[in-house]
């Protein structure tokens, strides 16, 4: 970890009083004085530096906004102006400033602070979005609905460089621009996503940002001209006239001011007191104006300008806080050791999708923004012409997918699960409707943890399930991953391989070469038990969990069979027409939402059999958001879908009188 800044000096080496101890609300950080704004932030930069490099979190981009979110507060009253982060996760210092700085010690952890805004945790949290690109027009939405007040509140919208190249904030700004409303943009200009952004708008925003250095000169020739008497003012107006030509003779074809948008910067978005200066200038102005704030990514952390990336977010030094009752004590021989971990998921995909474009000139690697999160930067530097970073533009990434398909390429699309949701109708339209092979790469497919509910993956296939011609799978291993990715490679329409964000298990049940070949609808019968009493169908990376109950339950001279399902569409029809005429019961088990998802399936297969015995029962996500925790596993074991809660469930079937 790097070394904690000191703490602010004077310019004669005086160490200051602390000034953030006393702030507990925006009202107490209005009554600092202007001057003292910078040292505010200093010591804000300080705390997060200290705290979030403990806990985990969204540390650069945090570093990043500190002078604006300082300056915002300062400026507008936000209990009664409307501010919408876009994403979000830039708020820390705005929790900071509203009364939570005492709980970061439990940040993203098990019932402890959202890593996102949060209306449950403050009425200065006005939405809990984790999703790039929303805030103009949640923002539009706020100023329309207030419209009608004879003092309507300010309304702000905050989103980075790279959110703007998502097209649902081209299209807020096509209708702010046109109809005139009340709203502030301010685009915080980092270069950064969490890679590099990328895109033309990306290049237009860094023709401007070149223009930084007349921005900089400007500020400081205000500052000179305002301390002339009588004449500074009106001289000081005139060169802002000046200014003005000169950045439209400098970057020419002004988009956001042809779209009638009114824009004002580039402008430092380190110097607290110049913003400040520039927000009550700005607030005043009618319309839909963008302030354009130039920030640095990371400020403040030793490796922000080398490593802006691995700053995005960092994971917590400090031993994490769990909770939940201890596993109870099992009959027979001591539980076996911890078993060893394999690769992460998202590095096994990535290896073995490296090796098939070794093989295969066709296959090419989309991402949405996300080539660190998906594991493509491998890929990227191997087979740079077959790598497509879109932006946040999961729409665009998806379609053009098609076109590539189309053209007889065999594009893949690494894509959260969660973010596959922005593309649905490009899924529908553009690939299934179209029947053209594109392989979704669906990480996060499942609880994601310390990120709650704006990104956990547990929808996609409900989402997908319904469309014709897709072909659904999911590993369990590695071994499994590579198998389906050249499956998927070499299939005739459309393939989604769902895997959570976890790691692989480090031994594998069954040798790769005697795994039954991986056929579409064709599912692996990894346990035979008693053909009278229990089989468990598990899909994904809950075979393992279910391994592990099955384990626990022959332990307790219980022996049941377990089905990896591997392919939710199509089903084993033929196997699970054997299990439901011959099994007293059949568990579906599923890291998904229980409506629409796994089970369902099996319910509306089985509803086609004439003759089924068993009862079928259901294991998968309830129906409703699941909160963040600090780990997965909680996460499984709240949701009664780690081993020891799959083991119970099976014994409450088959041992009704013995479970408490």
Known sequence: MPDTPSPPTSAAGDRREPLLDAIHSPDDLKRVALEDL????????????????????????????????????????????????????????????????????????????CGFTDPRESEFDLFHTGHAGTSISLSLGLARGASHEVDPPHVIAVIGDASLGAGVAFEALNYAGASGQKVLVILNDNEWSISRSVGSMARYLSRIRSAKVVQRANQEIHKLLAAIPVIGEKVDRTLEDMA???????????????????YVGPI??????????????????????????????????????????????VKGTAAP??????????????????????????????????????????????????????????????????????????????????????????????IYSTFLQRAYDQVFQEVALQNLPVVFCMDRGGLVGQDGPTHNGVFDIAMLRTLPNMTLCAPRDASDMRRMLEFAAA?????????????????????????????????????????????????GALVNQAIEACERLQRRGIAVTLVDARF?????????????????????????????????????????????????????IPDRFVEHMTTREEQLAECGLDAECIERFVRSLLQPTLVT
């Not at 919408?84 to 705005?94: K, N, R, T």
């Not at 009550?280 to 922000?304: D, I, W």
């Not at 740079?384 to 699309?413: C, N, W, Y």
Request: glycine fraction near 8%; proline fraction near 6%.
């Open 568 to 620: 939710c569409k199509p089903l084993d029809e033929e196997l699970l027409a054997q299990h439901l005429a011959s099994f007293k019961y059949v568990v579906a088990l599923e890291e998904h939402q229980r409506a629409g998802g796994f089970g369902s399936a099996l319910l509306e297969c089985a509803s086609r059999f004439p003759n089924v015995r068993a009862q079928l029962k259901l294991l998968a």
């Open 244 to 262: 003005e030509v000169m950045r439209h003779a400098m970057v020419p074809g002004h988009v956001f001011e042809e779209l009638g948008v009114t």
């Open 321 to 414: 806080k769990t909770a939940g009752a201890e596993s109870s004590k099992l009959p027979g021989p001591p539980a076996s050791a911890p078993k060893p971990q394999g690769p992460a998921y998202t590095k096994a995909f990535a290896d073995a999708l490296t090796k098939l474009a070794e093989r295969d000139v066709r296959v090419h690697a989309l991402t949405a923004g996300m080539p660190s999160g998906t594991g493509l930067e491998g890929f990227a530097e191997r087979f740079a012409a077959r790598f497509h970073d879109t932006g946040i533009t999961e729409q665009h990434a998806v379609a053009m997918a098609a076109g590539m398909a189309k053209s007889g390429l065999r594009p893949f699309v690494a």
């Open 491 to 539: 299939a005739a329409g459309p393939v989604a391989i769902r895997y959570p964000r976890d790691n692989c298990p480090g031994l594998e049940k069954i040798h790769t070469s005697e795994r039954a070949p991986m056929v579409p609808g064709k599912a692996e019968t990894l346990i035979s038990g008693d053909e009278r009493a229990l089989a468990i169908w598990a899909y």
């Open 268 to 313: 430092d978005g380190h110097d607290v007191q110049y913003l400040v200066e520039n927000l009550q200038r700005v607030r005043e102005l009618e319309g839909t104006v963008l302030l354009h704030v130039l920030t640095e990514k990371g400020k403040g952390h030793p490796s922000a300008p080398t490593h802006p990336e691995r700053v995005h977010g």
């Open 38 to 113: 910078p040292q505010v932030c200093a010591e804000v930069r300080e705390f997060l530096l200290s705290s979030v490099q403990k806990t985990g979190g969204h540390l650069g981009s945090n570093l990043g906004v500190v002078e604006l979110s300082t300056a915002l507060h300062y400026v507008f009253d936000l209990k009664r102006d409307r501010c919408v982060w876009d994403v979000s996760h830039q708020c820390y210092p705005h929790k900071v400033f509203t009364g939570r700085r005492e709980r970061f010690a439990s940040l993203r952890q098990t019932d402890g602070l």
